[in-house]
T-cell receptor, first 112, second 114 residues
Framework: DAKTTQPPSMDCAEGRAANLPCNHS???????VYWYRQIHSQGPQYIIH???NNETNEMASLIITEDRKSSTLILPHATLRDTAVYYC?????????????FGQGTTLQVKP | GAGVSQSPRYKVAKRGQDVALRCDPI?????LFWYQQALGQGPEFLTY????????KSGLPSDRFFAERPEGSVSTLKIQRTQQEDSAVYLC????????????FGPGTRLTVL
Protein backbone atom coordinates (compact mmCIF):
# COMPACT_ATOMS: atom_id res chain seq x y z
CA ASP A 1 0.00 0.00 0.00
CA ALA A 2 1.19 3.49 -0.87
CA LYS A 3 2.73 5.69 1.79
CA THR A 4 1.01 8.94 2.78
CA THR A 5 2.38 12.19 4.17
CA GLN A 6 0.35 14.46 6.42
CA PRO A 7 1.21 17.55 8.48
CA PRO A 8 1.56 16.57 12.14
CA SER A 9 -0.84 19.20 13.45
CA MET A 10 -3.31 21.88 12.42
CA ASP A 11 -5.57 24.39 14.15
CA CYS A 12 -9.00 25.51 13.03
CA ALA A 13 -11.47 28.01 14.42
CA GLU A 14 -14.84 26.66 15.44
CA GLY A 15 -17.42 27.13 12.68
CA ARG A 16 -14.82 27.49 9.96
CA ALA A 17 -13.90 24.90 7.36
CA ALA A 18 -11.03 22.56 8.23
CA ASN A 19 -8.94 21.50 5.25
CA LEU A 20 -6.64 18.57 5.94
CA PRO A 21 -4.09 17.76 3.22
CA CYS A 22 -2.55 14.41 2.37
CA ASN A 23 0.18 13.57 -0.13
CA HIS A 24 0.26 10.13 -1.72
CA SER A 25 2.54 10.58 -4.71
CA UNK A 26 3.17 6.84 -5.19
CA UNK A 27 -0.49 5.87 -5.31
CA UNK A 28 -1.39 3.16 -7.84
CA UNK A 29 -4.35 3.21 -10.17
CA UNK A 30 -6.36 0.70 -8.15
CA UNK A 31 -5.70 2.24 -4.73
CA UNK A 32 -8.36 4.13 -2.83
CA VAL A 33 -7.88 7.05 -0.45
CA TYR A 34 -9.50 6.48 2.95
CA TRP A 35 -9.87 8.87 5.86
CA TYR A 36 -10.39 7.81 9.45
CA ARG A 37 -10.27 9.88 12.60
CA GLN A 38 -9.58 9.02 16.20
CA ILE A 39 -11.02 11.07 19.00
CA HIS A 40 -9.13 10.84 22.27
CA SER A 41 -9.61 7.49 24.07
CA GLN A 42 -11.80 6.08 21.29
CA GLY A 43 -11.20 3.71 18.40
CA PRO A 44 -10.71 5.08 14.88
CA GLN A 45 -13.87 6.09 13.04
CA TYR A 46 -14.38 5.87 9.29
CA ILE A 47 -15.06 9.22 7.59
CA ILE A 48 -14.98 8.87 3.83
CA HIS A 49 -13.15 7.25 0.93
CA UNK A 50 -12.69 7.77 -2.80
CA UNK A 51 -10.86 6.54 -5.88
CA UNK A 52 -10.61 9.49 -8.26
CA ASN A 53 -13.85 11.45 -8.11
CA ASN A 54 -14.60 13.92 -5.36
CA GLU A 55 -16.86 12.50 -2.68
CA THR A 56 -19.19 14.02 -0.11
CA ASN A 57 -21.15 12.53 2.76
CA GLU A 58 -22.78 13.80 5.92
CA MET A 59 -19.45 14.11 7.69
CA ALA A 60 -17.05 15.54 5.15
CA SER A 61 -15.94 16.09 1.57
CA LEU A 62 -12.95 14.49 -0.10
CA ILE A 63 -11.18 16.31 -2.92
CA ILE A 64 -8.70 14.22 -4.94
CA THR A 65 -6.40 15.95 -7.44
CA GLU A 66 -6.60 14.92 -11.07
CA ASP A 67 -3.22 13.17 -10.93
CA ARG A 68 -4.35 11.50 -7.65
CA LYS A 69 -1.05 12.35 -5.99
CA SER A 70 -2.74 14.31 -3.21
CA SER A 71 -6.10 14.83 -1.57
CA THR A 72 -7.83 17.11 0.91
CA LEU A 73 -10.38 16.23 3.54
CA ILE A 74 -12.78 19.09 4.19
CA LEU A 75 -14.87 19.44 7.33
CA PRO A 76 -17.18 22.28 6.24
CA HIS A 77 -18.11 23.67 9.66
CA ALA A 78 -15.72 22.38 12.28
CA THR A 79 -16.97 21.98 15.84
CA LEU A 80 -15.08 21.34 19.06
CA ARG A 81 -16.10 17.69 18.78
CA ASP A 82 -14.09 17.41 15.56
CA THR A 83 -10.86 17.73 17.55
CA ALA A 84 -9.11 14.44 16.78
CA VAL A 85 -6.24 12.76 14.96
CA TYR A 86 -7.08 12.37 11.28
CA TYR A 87 -5.50 9.54 9.30
CA CYS A 88 -5.17 9.42 5.52
CA UNK A 89 -4.73 5.85 4.29
CA UNK A 90 -4.18 4.58 0.76
CA UNK A 91 -4.95 0.99 0.00
CA UNK A 92 -6.23 -1.41 -2.61
CA UNK A 93 -10.00 -1.42 -2.44
CA UNK A 94 -10.54 -5.13 -2.39
CA UNK A 95 -7.28 -6.59 -1.19
CA UNK A 96 -7.55 -9.98 0.45
CA UNK A 97 -6.37 -8.88 3.84
CA UNK A 98 -8.04 -5.49 4.08
CA UNK A 99 -5.65 -4.37 6.77
CA UNK A 100 -5.23 -0.64 7.26
CA UNK A 101 -1.76 0.88 7.45
CA PHE A 102 -1.95 3.99 9.60
CA GLY A 103 0.69 6.71 9.57
CA GLN A 104 1.13 9.40 12.22
CA GLY A 105 -1.91 11.35 11.11
CA THR A 106 -2.75 15.02 11.60
CA THR A 107 -3.84 16.24 15.00
CA LEU A 108 -6.61 18.76 14.37
CA GLN A 109 -7.34 21.14 17.21
CA VAL A 110 -10.59 23.05 16.82
CA LYS A 111 -10.53 26.19 18.92
CA PRO A 112 -13.47 28.27 20.15
CA GLY B 1 -27.40 -1.38 16.63
CA ALA B 2 -24.52 -2.46 18.83
CA GLY B 3 -21.03 -1.64 17.71
CA VAL B 4 -17.79 -3.47 18.36
CA SER B 5 -17.21 -4.03 22.04
CA GLN B 6 -14.02 -4.92 23.84
CA SER B 7 -13.30 -6.08 27.35
CA PRO B 8 -11.78 -5.26 29.64
CA ARG B 9 -11.35 -1.58 28.82
CA TYR B 10 -8.31 -1.37 31.08
CA LYS B 11 -5.93 -4.09 32.18
CA VAL B 12 -2.93 -3.84 34.46
CA ALA B 13 -0.59 -6.81 34.50
CA LYS B 14 2.66 -7.57 36.22
CA ARG B 15 5.52 -8.44 33.95
CA GLY B 16 5.42 -12.15 33.19
CA GLN B 17 1.68 -12.57 33.60
CA ASP B 18 -0.58 -13.84 30.83
CA VAL B 19 -3.49 -11.70 29.66
CA ALA B 20 -6.55 -12.30 27.48
CA LEU B 21 -8.35 -9.52 25.67
CA ARG B 22 -11.81 -10.05 24.25
CA CYS B 23 -13.49 -8.60 21.17
CA ASP B 24 -17.17 -8.85 20.28
CA PRO B 25 -17.55 -7.78 16.65
CA ILE B 26 -20.67 -6.42 15.04
CA UNK B 27 -23.10 -9.31 14.53
CA UNK B 28 -22.71 -10.91 11.13
CA UNK B 29 -19.37 -9.27 10.32
CA UNK B 30 -17.14 -11.78 8.59
CA UNK B 31 -13.78 -10.04 8.97
CA LEU B 32 -12.09 -9.22 12.25
CA PHE B 33 -8.84 -7.36 12.80
CA TRP B 34 -6.58 -6.71 15.78
CA TYR B 35 -4.34 -3.63 15.95
CA GLN B 36 -1.82 -2.43 18.52
CA GLN B 37 -1.47 1.28 19.25
CA ALA B 38 1.49 2.54 21.22
CA LEU B 39 1.25 5.91 22.94
CA GLY B 40 1.40 8.74 20.43
CA GLN B 41 1.48 6.42 17.42
CA GLY B 42 -1.03 5.27 14.84
CA PRO B 43 -2.53 1.79 15.14
CA GLU B 44 -0.44 -1.07 13.76
CA PHE B 45 -1.93 -4.22 12.27
CA LEU B 46 -1.51 -7.44 14.22
CA THR B 47 -3.74 -10.11 12.70
CA TYR B 48 -6.81 -10.76 10.57
CA UNK B 49 -9.60 -13.34 10.62
CA UNK B 50 -12.14 -14.22 8.00
CA UNK B 51 -14.79 -16.12 9.91
CA UNK B 52 -12.81 -18.57 12.07
CA UNK B 53 -9.80 -18.71 9.77
CA UNK B 54 -6.77 -16.64 10.69
CA UNK B 55 -5.61 -15.55 7.24
CA UNK B 56 -2.91 -13.07 8.19
CA LYS B 57 -0.86 -12.96 11.37
CA SER B 58 2.11 -11.16 9.93
CA GLY B 59 1.85 -8.30 12.41
CA LEU B 60 2.08 -10.33 15.60
CA PRO B 61 5.32 -9.13 17.21
CA SER B 62 6.37 -12.41 18.78
CA ASP B 63 5.24 -15.95 19.52
CA ARG B 64 3.98 -14.68 22.86
CA PHE B 65 1.02 -13.21 20.99
CA PHE B 66 -1.79 -15.54 20.01
CA ALA B 67 -5.26 -14.81 18.64
CA GLU B 68 -8.23 -17.03 18.05
CA ARG B 69 -11.81 -16.82 16.79
CA PRO B 70 -13.04 -20.39 17.14
CA GLU B 71 -16.68 -19.89 16.14
CA GLY B 72 -16.20 -17.04 13.73
CA SER B 73 -17.64 -14.45 16.06
CA VAL B 74 -15.96 -13.46 19.35
CA SER B 75 -12.18 -13.22 19.24
CA THR B 76 -9.57 -13.36 21.96
CA LEU B 77 -6.07 -11.92 21.81
CA LYS B 78 -3.79 -13.61 24.30
CA ILE B 79 -0.40 -12.33 25.35
CA GLN B 80 1.81 -14.70 27.30
CA ARG B 81 4.57 -13.66 29.69
CA THR B 82 3.82 -9.98 29.22
CA GLN B 83 6.68 -7.50 28.91
CA GLN B 84 6.71 -3.76 29.51
CA GLU B 85 6.95 -3.13 25.77
CA ASP B 86 3.56 -4.81 25.37
CA SER B 87 1.95 -1.80 27.08
CA ALA B 88 -0.38 -0.29 24.48
CA VAL B 89 -3.99 0.04 23.44
CA TYR B 90 -5.24 -3.05 21.64
CA LEU B 91 -7.95 -2.26 19.10
CA CYS B 92 -10.35 -4.66 17.46
CA UNK B 93 -12.21 -3.89 14.24
CA UNK B 94 -14.77 -5.78 12.20
CA UNK B 95 -15.93 -5.52 8.63
CA UNK B 96 -18.90 -6.87 6.72
CA UNK B 97 -18.49 -9.11 3.71
CA UNK B 98 -18.85 -7.82 0.21
CA UNK B 99 -17.28 -4.84 -1.48
CA UNK B 100 -17.21 -2.49 1.47
CA UNK B 101 -13.87 -1.86 3.08
CA UNK B 102 -15.14 0.13 6.03
CA UNK B 103 -13.79 -1.17 9.30
CA UNK B 104 -15.66 -0.49 12.52
CA PHE B 105 -13.45 -0.18 15.56
CA GLY B 106 -14.08 -0.93 19.19
CA PRO B 107 -12.97 1.42 21.99
CA GLY B 108 -9.84 -0.61 22.66
CA THR B 109 -8.28 -2.23 25.71
CA ARG B 110 -5.50 -0.26 27.38
CA LEU B 111 -2.91 -2.71 28.67
CA THR B 112 -0.32 -1.52 31.16
CA VAL B 113 2.46 -3.91 32.09
CA LEU B 114 4.30 -3.01 35.29
Amino acid sequence: DAKTTQPPSMDCAEGRAANLPCNHSTISGNEYVYWYRQIHSQGPQYIIHGLKNNETNEMASLIITEDRKSSTLILPHATLRDTAVYYCIVRVGSSNTGKLIFGQGTTLQVKP
Amino acid sequence: GAGVSQSPRYKVAKRGQDVALRCDPISGHVSLFWYQQALGQGPEFLTYFQNEAQLDKSGLPSDRFFAERPEGSVSTLKIQRTQQEDSAVYLCASKASGGTDTQYFGPGTRLTVL
